[in-house]
């Protein structure tokens, strides 16, 4: 919204935020270190105000946050408790994204975000951190003449290959190659294997990745998914696999998420491989929402429940991708901008058959209702399920390994490009 309708964007900071919490339990606590008064040291403190380490803190942050934020009157928006909205005459607005101490306030008048900032520093302790340019280890970067806005972790990226000392690597062009498949087999047998792969950080690079895949990077997404299956007990070949991603992120670590443009239409893609999973013969499900010519939300992960066919993948993953998009739909519509059918491209014929036409009941009768939401929001109209060819289908690159090509391809549909 920011990058489309070049809104100012700020950015703030609670210091010592869960310090500002009212409790609501009767707690008790040891006299702290160096603090305990002669004569009284069998005595305890009785706490008025929350305090870090307690259970409760962040909540008690919250709801002294929330109950604030509303009495000058702010919405809360039902799809997501951490964001609001207040809106004022003359199409003015103001945003306002709390992730537990940090904030990004967005609106198209400067003057009343600095009113904003006035009234909260007057109740809480605030650092203004002026025009956001990075936010959980997320860059933002911004071209305000060409209404662009970058989002990179290259930074981050970049440390992570120094931690594991992958930075003088030699790069490749994808994470994983093309019908490249893990599976337990590859896990160790006996207990020299063990020791041997217990020197390894497996775990530490995979969830750093992970972290990665989550804010800006939807190209790893399915390599992450795959090597993070063998979290428990993963062989030799399982941290090849993670080594050729951390490869591949050496050579893409510039790459970041370009919003931009002036159209402003959610569309979705969804894909499913079949039986990908060489354990329990579970396939993947990928989905890739854009908006503003860049990905907003993106998935790779196994489905719940064994598929009997194609066709039956390609409908849970559409199931799926049909949640997230009346998600969005509802987010946007309380942001004022209210989109009526949010296109979903599939590129299974027989998956959008029966999500038209219930008239196949001896095939599909097995199938959980769950699945059959899909029909639903197709019979209603808030979600438009459309055919599209496999070379054109973005989320191809979330369900399996690609070849070069449409990887690349799928990567740039993506809004991901160099900076």
Request: aromatic share 10%.
């Given at each position: 919204m920011c990058a489309t309708f070049d809104l100012h964007l700020e950015q703030l900071d609670v210091k010592t935020a869960f310090l500002h919490g009212e409790l609501e339990e009767e707690i008790y606590m040891l006299q702290p270190e160096g603090f305990v008064e002669k004569g009284k040291e069998n005595l305890v403190c009785r706490l008025n105000k929350s305090l870090y380490g307690l259970k409760q803190a962040p909540r008690c942050w919250y709801k002294r946050f929330d109950s604030f934020i509303m009495s000058l009157g702010y919405n809360r928006l039902s799809s997501d408790h951490c964001a609001?909205?207040?809106?004022?005459?003359?199409?003015?607005?103001?945003?306002?994204?709390?992730?537990?101490?940090?904030?990004?306030?967005?609106?198209?008048?400067?003057?009343?975000?600095?009113?904003?900032k006035a009234q909260l520093a007057r109740e809480f302790e605030m650092k203004d951190l002026g025009p956001a340019n990075k936010i959980l280890g997320m860059q933002i970067?911004?071209?305000?003449?060409?209404?662009?806005?970058?989002?990179?972790?290259?930074?981050?990226?970049?440390?992570?290959?120094?931690?594991?000392?992958?930075?003088?690597?030699?790069?490749?062009?994808?994470?994983?190659?093309?019908?490249?498949?893990?599976?337990?087999?590859?896990?160790?047998?006996?207990?020299?294997?063990?020791?041997?792969?217990?020197?390894?950080?497996?775990?530490?690079?995979v969830g750093s990745l992970m972290f990665a895949m989550i804010c800006t990077r939807p190209d790893i997404a399915q390599a992450v998914?795959?090597?993070?299956?063998?979290?428990?007990?993963p062989g030799g070949e399982h941290w090849i696999a993670v080594k050729r991603i951390l490869r591949y992120i050496r050579g893409t670590s510039d790459v970041?998420?370009?919003?931009?443009?002036?159209?402003?239409?959610?569309?979705?893609?969804?894909?499913?491989?079949?039986?990908?999973?060489?354990?329990?013969?579970?396939?993947?499900?990928?989905?890739?929402?854009?908006?503003?010519?860049?990905?907003?939300?993106?998935?790779?992960?196994?489905?719940?429940?064994?598929?009997?066919?194609?066709?039956?993948?390609?409908?849970?993953?559409?199931?799926?991708?049909?949640?997230?998009?009346i998600w969005i739909q509802r987010l946007l519509e309380e942001l004022g901008h209210k989109q009526q059918k949010i296109p979903v491209f599939c590129d299974s014929q027989s998956a959008l058959h029966i999500a038209r036409n219930p008239a196949f009941h001896s095939r599909t009768k097995h199938i959980g209702v769950q699945y059959h939401f899909v029909r639903e929001v197709v019979e209603d109209g808030s979600v438009d399920l459309q055919k599209i060819h496999t070379k054109k289908n973005l989320a191809d690159v979330l369900t399996k390994p690609i070849n070069t090509d449409k990887f690349v391809w799928s990567r740039s549909s993506c809004g991901l490009a160099e900076t």
């Amino acid at each position: 919204m920011c990058a489309t309708f070049d809104l100012h964007l700020e950015q703030l900071d609670v210091k010592t935020a869960f310090l500002h919490g009212e409790l609501e339990e009767e707690i008790y606590m040891l006299q702290p270190e160096g603090f305990v008064e002669k004569g009284k040291e069998n005595l305890v403190c009785r706490l008025n105000k929350s305090l870090y380490g307690l259970k409760q803190a962040p909540r008690c942050w919250y709801k002294r946050f929330d109950s604030f934020i509303m009495s000058l009157g702010y919405n809360r928006l039902s799809s997501d408790h951490c964001a609001y909205y207040k809106r004022f005459e003359d199409n003015d607005f103001i945003i306002l994204l709390l992730y537990v101490d940090d904030m990004l306030v967005a609106g198209p008048n400067k003057d009343r975000i600095q009113e904003l900032k006035a009234q909260l520093a007057r109740e809480f302790e605030m650092k203004d951190l002026g025009p956001a340019n990075k936010i959980l280890g997320m860059q933002i970067h911004r071209d305000r003449n060409n209404r662009k806005i970058w989002l990179s972790q290259k930074n981050y990226l970049k440390k992570i290959l120094r931690r594991f000392n992958m930075q003088d690597c030699k790069s490749i062009s994808t994470p994983l190659p093309v019908n490249f498949k893990l599976s337990s087999s590859m896990c160790p047998n006996n207990e020299a294997e063990r020791k041997e792969m217990s020197r390894v950080p497996y775990a530490s690079v995979v969830g750093s990745l992970m972290f990665a895949m989550i804010c800006t990077r939807p190209d790893i997404a399915q390599a992450v998914g795959a090597v993070s299956r063998y979290m428990a007990n993963p062989g030799g070949e399982h941290w090849i696999a993670v080594k050729r991603i951390l490869r591949y992120i050496r050579g893409t670590s510039d790459v970041a998420l370009c919003y931009g443009g002036s159209e402003f239409t959610v569309r979705g893609y969804v894909d499913s491989d079949f039986a990908g999973d060489l354990d329990k013969r579970k396939s993947t499900t990928g989905y890739v929402f854009t908006l503003a010519g860049a990905a907003v939300s993106w998935v790779s992960k196994l489905q719940t429940v064994v598929a009997l066919s194609t066709t039956e993948a390609e409908y849970m993953a559409a199931t799926q991708a049909c949640k997230e998009a009346i998600w969005i739909q509802r987010l946007l519509e309380e942001l004022g901008h209210k989109q009526q059918k949010i296109p979903v491209f599939c590129d299974s014929q027989s998956a959008l058959h029966i999500a038209r036409n219930p008239a196949f009941h001896s095939r599909t009768k097995h199938i959980g209702v769950q699945y059959h939401f899909v029909r639903e929001v197709v019979e209603d109209g808030s979600v438009d399920l459309q055919k599209i060819h496999t070379k054109k289908n973005l989320a191809d690159v979330l369900t399996k390994p690609i070849n070069t090509d449409k990887f690349v391809w799928s990567r740039s549909s993506c809004g991901l490009a160099e900076t």
